[in-house]
């Protein structure tokens, strides 16, 4: 079948052909029936064009031998559904842009995170990051509610800026629900943001991005241009974060982006230039119950070459086995790196005055298959979130410094690294299955089980109550937010 359409069908893996066959999706009354069409059927189908059948939609999915899982045969593999309503991520998920990076509110937990480095025309060097959480209610209790003001998402927001010449580090964060405009995000395109916090894509093509944000002392307002298509991380398009089925996510990079826009302080914009890294993720699976934290790292080397690795810290010290990364190549190949490719060796420690926790704090990464040695520094110490009026987490997630060897030749560049379950270990019941929502305390049984980043007393205690019908219109229109500043 030639059909042009043919790369678009295969949608968010709701069905997987195996084998040669094509398997097709009828919707009758949004309730599927699954069949399947011998290839003469098909191919007569394709050769007459797009028909309305008995007021019934027919859609014919394809997918490349990429896209097969081997161990399924000839059997379709619907879409994997956790016991709260939401679907978990299995191989076989079929990515499409521009429109994956809208939201994805059929799994539970999702973010949009960017990080980046950028300058001033002085040459005065900032890191920056800005994350959007996106945290769906249980479909059980959402159905128990049909009022159109209950809850149904919670979204939170992360906004740090590093001042690097300076050594100073400002961070905020915001809390909000959806509903009055005050939260959201849309799905099919980007557009994330609380209050007037932002991520959005101005243009259908999605290039740039725009991100906005703003306190009282510092603020940015750039647009990041991609120099690079997405890179799918894992295998068959999953991230594993553990063995069990359902402990993975869908995840994907923007490893390049050109950065232009302003940093203001106290008042004062000022022209920037720099590079982004854009991570979007989502998923709805628990981790397993010995994981105690991860250490996330992305690297932009000055030969266009990208690398992402986060490890999984299990109870005894050692890398969980689903631990795993991507080096991206300067055409926008990748190469996808499982635990045992990479060697990651501590070599420094800086403890925080505020909250007593030991982060490493300088590595020496290799990849031996790959003749690459890097040496990663923090171009500031103290990066360390201690969100205490929201989300009750302590971690450290900084710009780093890189230099080291690749194929004999000396390479620099820049990037970041998160830390997290250095400042108290955490316990694993995490139904958010993503590194960077695994911020979260070891906390005694709250309200709801934990929740990654969103776990805390404040938030478990709202989510419980905005599931509540509203009996009350101040209680209605009460913003239920909160943020933080520390400098």
């Known amino acids: 079948m030639t059909c042009d359409t043919e790369k678009t069908l295969a949608r968010r893996g709701e069905l997987r052909p195996r084998g040669q066959r094509a398997i097709s999706l009828f919707t009758v009354r949004k309730r599927p029936v699954l069949s399947q069409f011998s290839n003469a059927a098909v191919n007569e ?5 797009c028909r309305r059948i008995s007021s019934v939609t027919l859609i014919i999915l394809f997918a490349t031998l990429s896209a097969i899982d081997p161990e399924a045969g000839d059997r379709i593999v619907p879409p994997v559904v956790s016991d709260t309503g939401f679907r978990l991520a299995s191989p ?3 990515f499409r842009f521009p429109h994956d990076h809208g939201s994805h509110d059929e799994f539970r937990t999702e973010w949009w995170y960017y990080t980046g480095h950028f300058s001033t025309e002085s040459g005065r060097r900032f890191g920056y990051q800005l994350t959007f959480f996106r945290r769906g209610l249980a479909q059980e209790q959402a159905r128990a509610n049909p009022s159109r003001w209950a809850i149904r998402h919670l979204y939170l927001a992360h906004f740090a800026l590093s001042d690097l ?3 100073r580090f400002r961070y905020a964060e915001k809390t909000s ?5 005050k939260a959201g995000a849309e799905a099919g395109r980007l557009s994330v943001w609380i209050d007037r916090w932002l991520a959005e894509a101005p243009s259908a093509h999605h290039d740039p991005h725009h991100l906005k944000a703003s306190v009282d ?3 940015i307002d750039l647009m990041l241009t991609p120099e690079k298509p997405p890179i799918v991380h894992g295998d068959r398009g999953v991230s594993r974060k553990g063995t069990a089925p359902g402990q993975a996510s869908h995840y994907y990079s923007l490893t390049r982006l050109a950065t232009t826009g302003t940093v203001s302080l106290n008042g004062k914009p000022q022209a920037v230039t720099g590079l982004s890294w854009m991570d979007h993720e989502f998923g709805s699976a628990d981790l397993a119950e010995d994981r105690v934290g991860w250490d996330w790292f992305s690297v932009q080397l000055d030969n266009r070459h990208e690398l992402m690795f986060y490890r999984l810290r299990r109870a005894d010290g050692t890398a969980d086995p689903a631990s795993s990364g991507t080096l991206v190549f300067p055409d926008g190949r990748s190469h996808h790196l499982s635990a045992d490719d990479l060697q990651i060796e501590v070599v420094n420690h800086w403890t925080s005055q505020a909250s007593r926790a030991r982060y490493p704090s300088e590595w020496q990464i290799a990849a031996p298959s790959l003749a690459l040695s890097l040496h990663l520094a923090p171009q500031l110490f103290d990066q360390e979130l201690m969100t205490n009026r929201s989300t009750q987490v302590t971690y450290w997630e900084g710009a780093v410094g890189v230099t080291g060897r690749f194929h004999g030749a000396a390479v620099a560049g820049q990037g970041y690294v998160e830390l997290t379950g250095y400042a108290e270990r955490f316990r ?16 005694r049984q709250t309200l709801v089980p934990p929740m990654g980043t969103m776990t805390s007393n404040f938030l478990n205690w709202t989510l419980a109550r905005l599931a509540e019908s509203w009996t009350s219109v101040p209680l209605l229109l009460a913003p239920l937010e909160q943020s933080a500043q520390a400098s």
């Open 177 to 181: 629900r959806a509903g009055l405009g």
């Open 165 to 167: 010449d300076e050594g």
């Open 92 to 94: 076989g998920y079929t």
């Open 217 to 219: 002392d510092f603020s």
């Open 45 to 49: 189908i394709a050769r007459k064009g």
């Open 428 to 443: 694993q019941r995490l139904l958010g299955c993503f590194p960077k929502l695994g911020k979260q305390r070891g906390l």
